[in-house]
C-alpha cells in the first residue's frame, strides 16, 4: 500500500536559519510527490512537485525539495526562514486520481 | 480569475442531522474532488467527480455521498452525523488532460463543519 510519512509533527527554527522538513513515502510503482503549504483558516497551496524529471525540485516562496529514490524520502528545505514561513507543511503522494497524505509538520519561526 | 470556491464557511450541526457542502471549481476545471481533514491530520480522500460521475472513492461509509452537476459545481452530503465528522472539508479541482498522469489539484479554503 502506499503511504506518506512525515517526521516532526512541529519543527521550529529560528528566523535566517535552515529549514528541513522531513517526508518519507511508500510506493510500489514511480511515485509523484508533492509539498503543499496550509497557512491558518485557510486552503491548501502547491510549494513543488516531483513528477519524475529533474530529482531537485524548486518551488515557491524559496522552497525546494531532493527525489532520492534510494532512501524512499523527499526532504523539503529552504536555506532561510522568514517569520512568513510559519505555517502547516503537508507532504502528498499521488495515487490514482487522488492524493495520500503526510499528517502534516507545523513550522514554527522564532524570531 | 475566481479560484475555487466551497460554501458555507461554517457549520454547526448536532447527531443524526444531514449536512451539504457545496464547491464551485476553479474556471476550465472539470473535475472535482473532496477530502476530510480531522484537526491536526492531515486530508483523507473522499471521492472524486468527473463527468457527474463518482469516479473513485476513498475509506469512507456511505453516509458520505457526492454530486457533480453539468456546470462542474459539486456537492457532498453526509447523513445521520456523527461526532467524529466534525473536520474541515476540502474541495480541490483540476483539469482532465489527456496528456500526462497528473493534473494539479486546486483547493478552496474549506468548510468547517461542527457536530455537536
Known amino acids: 500500500a502506499q503511504s506518506v510519512t512525515q517526521l516532526g509533527s512541529h519543527v521550529s527554527v529560528s528566523e535566517g536559519a535552515l529549514v528541513l522538513l522531513r517526508c518519507n513515502y511508500s510506493?510500489?510503482?514511480?511515485?509523484?510527490l508533492f509539498w503543499y503549504v496550509q497557512y491558518p483558516n485557510q486552503g491548501l497551496q502547491l510549494l513543488l512537485k516531483?513528477?519524475?524529471?529533474a530529482t531537485l525540485v524548486k518551488g515557491i516562496n524559496g522552497f525546494e525539495a531532493e527525489f532520492k529514490k534510494s532512501e524512499t524520502s523527499f526532504h523539503l528545505t529552504k536555506p532561510s526562514a522568514h517569520m512568513s514561513d510559519a505555517a502547516e507543511y503537508f507532504c502528498?503522494?499521488?495515487?490514482?486520481?487522488?492524493?495520500?497524505w503526510g499528517a502534516g509538520t507545523k513550522l514554527i519561526i522564532k524570531p | 480569475d475566481a479560484g475555487v470556491t466551497q460554501s458555507p464557511t461554517h457549520l454547526i450541526k448536532t447527531r443524526g442531522q444531514q449536512v451539504t457542502l457545496r464547491c464551485s471549481p476553479k474556471?476550465?476545471?472539470?473535475?472535482v474532488s473532496w477530502y476530510q481533514q480531522a484537526l491536526g491530520q492531515g486530508p483523507q480522500f473522499i471521492f472524486q467527480?468527473?463527468?457527474?460521475?463518482?469516479?473513485q472513492r476513498g475509506n469512507f461509509p456511505d453516509r458520505f455521498s457526492g454530486h457533480q452537476f453539468p456546470n462542474y459545481s459539486s456537492e457532498l452530503n453526509v447523513n445521520a452525523l456523527l461526532l467524529g465528522d466534525s473536520a474541515l472539508y476540502l474541495c480541490?479541482?483540476?483539469?482532465?488532460?489527456?496528456?500526462?498522469?497528473?493534473?494539479?489539484?486546486?483547493f478552496g479554503p474549506g468548510t468547517r463543519l461542527t457536530v455537536l
Open positions: 510506493s510500489s510503482v514511480p511515485p509523484y
Open positions: 502528498a503522494l499521488d495515487s490514482n486520481y487522488q492524493l495520500i
Open positions: 474556471s476550465g476545471h472539470d473535475t
Open positions: 480541490a479541482s483540476s483539469f482532465e488532460s489527456t496528456s500526462g498522469r497528473w493534473n494539479e489539484q486546486f
Open positions: 467527480y468527473y463527468e457527474e460521475e463518482e469516479r
Open positions: 516531483y513528477t519524475s524529471a
